[in-house]
Every structure is written in C-alpha cells, then in structure tokens.
C-alpha cells in the first residue's frame, strides 16, 4: 500500500497545495481546487484516479470535483469515476455545491451520476482491497466530517477540532497517525499546543498534514516532541 499526499497545507495554502490524499496511485481522498494541479505539476491528471473519497464539503476538499467531472466527460473518453461518499453527504454535495456549474440537463448531465459513479457508504466499506471504518468528527457544527482508520494500520483524523479520547482510541492500535494542526485560533482545527499534550508514544507515532504556510515557525518545537511532517508529492509504503 502506497500513500502520497498531492498536498499538506490548509485551505489558504499559496505555497503547496490542499490536504488530498492519494492511495496506491489511483484512490483520492478529497479533491480539492489545487489537486489537478498538483497532479499536472508531477506530471500527471484525472485519468489516474479512478475512486474518490470524501470526507466532507469545504473548498479545499471538493473543490476540484467540477474539474475531475469535466475532465473525465470532456477529455477522458466519458468515463465516471466512482466517488464514494457518506449518504449524508450526497445532497448536500450536489444541491449545494456541484449543481449550479454541472448540472446541464440541455447536454444530458442533468445529475450527479451522469459525471460519477456514486457508492453510498456507511461506518464501514471496502475500495478495492482497502478497508475503511469512517470515524465522524467535530469540525464545524451541524455539518457532517470524517477521518477513518484504513486496514485498522493507519488513523488519518480528517479536518477536526482537537479530541483527546478520540485519538487515544483511533491512534493506540495504529501503526501510524496522520492528523490535522494549525497554529492559532482552533475553533474547527486541532491547536499543535493542545497535540504536545499527548503522551509520547502517541506524538512519535503522529505525522502533521493540514497546516498552513507559516509551519516554519513551530516545526522544530513538532520535531522535539517526537512529531514528523507530511509532505507533498512524498511516498509513504506500508508492506
């Protein structure tokens, strides 16, 4: 199993691109408007990615659905990739979100399948060998986030505010721990003060996604406490 992120950075990234992961090549968790992007800047695009995941409805982790849609109508023969999605979000995805640019009932894409192949999910499901159990989160109120534990190996937190319990829980049994931080205000993120409070085993063990573009700053203070970065375009293999 092979995991790279196509970026690391927060929603106002200027300097790399969103927090979407990509899954043995073709497998993308969020597509958010820098991931054509970055899968053009490493010599790639759409037609690598085959099933889609997401955890939830911000810009920075679907905003580049419309792109993937028309691309793969357009330029990729009319293929549909398979977009797995928690029932929950699949109406609030199109009617609030997708619809007013891709819906063109005129050219016969009147609706969300016409562009994917949309897979329901519950708590737990399957991508091609993958198994994912959703784990929901606190991010913003009244609407639905998730991270997962994925082949029970590896907890990625999704977007959420800090929760001890819930990482104590998700991240003692896991090889490794993939969790979100910022650096000031966490109202719907995770503080890396309230991340130094874990114990040691759990911080060694945890690699830091979804920061901004001033991490300089506190990496070394991370580092110290036994935290590890993730980075764009960088391949993490799981035998």
Same mark, same amino acid.
């Given at each position: ?34 991931? *054509?992007? %970055? ?5 790639? @695009?759409? %037609?690598? &990615? ?13 905003? +580049?659905?419309?792109?993937? *849609? ?5 330029l990729n +023969? +009319? %293929? ?11 109406? @609030? ?12 009932? *005129?050219?016969?894409?009147? !609706?969300?399948?016409? /562009?994917?192949d949309v897979?329901?999910?519950? @708590?737990?499901? @399957? ?27 590896? /907890?990625? %937190? !999704?977007?959420? $505010? ?23 205000? +966490?109202? $719907? ?27 300089? *700053?506190h990496e070394?203070?991370? &580092? ?16």
């Open positions: 199993m092979k995991l790279e992120f196509l970026g690391v950075r927060n929603f106002f990234t200027k300097k790399d691109y969103h927090n979407n992961l990509l899954i043995d090549d073709h497998i993308l968790i969020d597509c958010g408007f820098t991931a *054509a992007r %970055s899968l053009s800047d490493t010599g790639r @695009d759409f %037609s690598t &990615v085959d099933a889609l995941f997401i955890t939830h409805t911000h810009a920075d982790h679907i905003g +580049g659905l419309e792109e993937c *849609a028309f691309f793969n109508r357009y +023969g +009319g %293929s549909r990739p398979r977009l797995y999605l928690p029932e929950t979000l699949i109406p @609030d995805l199109w009617d609030h979100s997708l619809s007013g640019s891709l819906a063109d009932a *005129a050219s016969g894409t009147p !609706g969300i399948d016409d /562009y994917f897979h329901p999910v519950a @708590d737990a499901f @399957d991508i091609d060998g993958l198994h994912f159990d959703l784990i929901p989160t606190k991010h913003v109120p009244d609407k639905y986030c998730c991270g997962f534990r994925l082949n029970d190996r590896i /907890y990625f %937190s !999704g977007d959420t $505010v800090f929760d001890r319990a819930m990482i104590l829980a998700n991240g003692k049994d896991s090889e490794i721990i993939y969790h979100e931080v910022e650096f000031g205000g +966490g109202i $719907v993120h995770t503080l890396l003060d309230d991340l130094l409070s874990l114990p040691e085993e759990i911080r060694e063990k945890t690699w830091l996604m979804h920061y901004d573009d001033a991490y300089a *700053a070394a203070r991370a &580092v110290k406490a036994g935290f590890q970065w993730a980075r764009s375009h960088t391949p993490y293999e799981f035998a």
